[in-house]
Nanobody
């Protein structure tokens, strides 16, 4: 198993949640990890990612005001801090990675986790 998400669950509107994704070493070494989400009946959308080994980030713009991606290389873990959650944030959240180069487009993800459900009500 290469990407394992955790931290999902039920949260009240306005609350916060931090998702974690434990990654295998060779994926963490790529330094290009990120998060997607998929709400019921909707297409999967990118949330935030590290697109280069230098740590530069890309966010779905409207979410950047409330969501923050971070990475702890010592723990081989990437996080998604979500604040001021809204019902429309209810979705399955997936950790993803790109191995083999810069992650310039969302569609370039090469590895996926199984997802963790976040429900906001």
């Amino acid at each position: 198993v290469q990407l394992v998400e955790s931290g999902g669950g039920s949260v009240q509107v306005g609350g916060s949640r931090r998702l974690s994704c434990a990654a295998s070493t060779y994926i963490v070494n790529s330094k290009c990890l990120g998060w997607f989400r998929q709400a019921p009946g909707k297409e999967r959308e990118g949330v935030a990612r590290f697109y280069s080994p230098g740590g530069s980030t890309v966010y779905d713009t409207p979410l950047s005001r409330r969501f923050t991606i971070s990475q702890d290389n010592h723990k081989n873990t990437v996080y998604l801090q979500m604040n001021n959650l809204k019902p429309e944030d209810t979705a399955m959240y997936y950790c993803a990675a790109r191995v083999g180069g810069y992650w310039r487009e969302w569609s370039e993800a090469t590895h996926w986790g199984q997802g963790t459900q976040v429900t906001v009500s």
